[in-house]
Every structure is written in C-alpha cells, then in structure tokens.
Nanobody, 119 residues
C-alpha cells in the first residue's frame, strides 16, 4: 500500500476532524500530495494540496476552515477540518504525485475514508 488514509468518522455540524495520509514505497518520492473528495451523486473534487516543500493551496469551498499540512519526517499528510458542514460529507481520498522525468507523472491513491457531518 503506497498511501494509507485514516481519520474519517461521524461529526456534528460545526465540529472538527483530522485526516491523515501516510506515504510508503515509491510514493515517498512525491512532489505534491492532495486531498480529494467525492460526495454522493457528485464528481470528485480537489479539496487541498501541498507541495513537498510545504506550500498549501485550498479550494474555495474549504478555505479558512480546513488546514493541510505535511510532516516530511513521517511522510504523512494531514487535513485538519474545522467548522464542518453537512455539505462536507463525502469520501475523502489522499493522492500523491511524483515526477518521473520527461514531463511524466505517476499518481498514487489511498483508500477512501468516509466523513459524515450530521446532527
């Protein structure tokens, strides 16, 4: 398993959760790691991304509420989710991209972790 995601669960609106994604094997050479989500009946969307050097970026839907971070010593990415809303309910997937030269990239995907925001 190249990426192992964990940390999902059920939380009330306004609550918080932290997701983790640990890289292993060839995924350790990632250049960018990201969180995506897929809500029921919707297409997959990019939530947040972070470069190996720690530069983050966020979708408009989560900016100001979610924080992405990376502990390079543990090859682990985190997504701190605060002020959760019912519309954040989705399966969250972690992704890693690794440049292999010549403009080519390799994608790695973790298994999804369910986040449900409901009272």
């Amino acid at each position: 398993v190249q990426l192992q995601a964990s940390g999902g669960g059920l939380v009330q609106p306004g609550g918080s959760l932290r997701l983790s994604c640990a890289a292993a094997g060839s995924a350790l050479g990632f250049n960018v790691m990201s969180w995506y989500r897929r809500a029921p009946g919707k297409s997959r969307e990019l939530v947040a991304a972070i470069t190996r050097g720690g530069t983050p970026s966020y979708s408009r839907a989560v900016r100001g509420r979610f924080t992405i971070s990376i502990d390079i010593s543990k090859y682990t990415m985190y997504l701190e989710m605060n002020k959760l809303k019912p519309e954040d309910t989705a399966v969250y997937y972690c992704n890693a991209e690794r440049s292999v030269g010549g403009g080519e990239w390799v994608d790695y995907w973790g298994q999804g972790t369910q986040v449900t925001v409901s009272s």
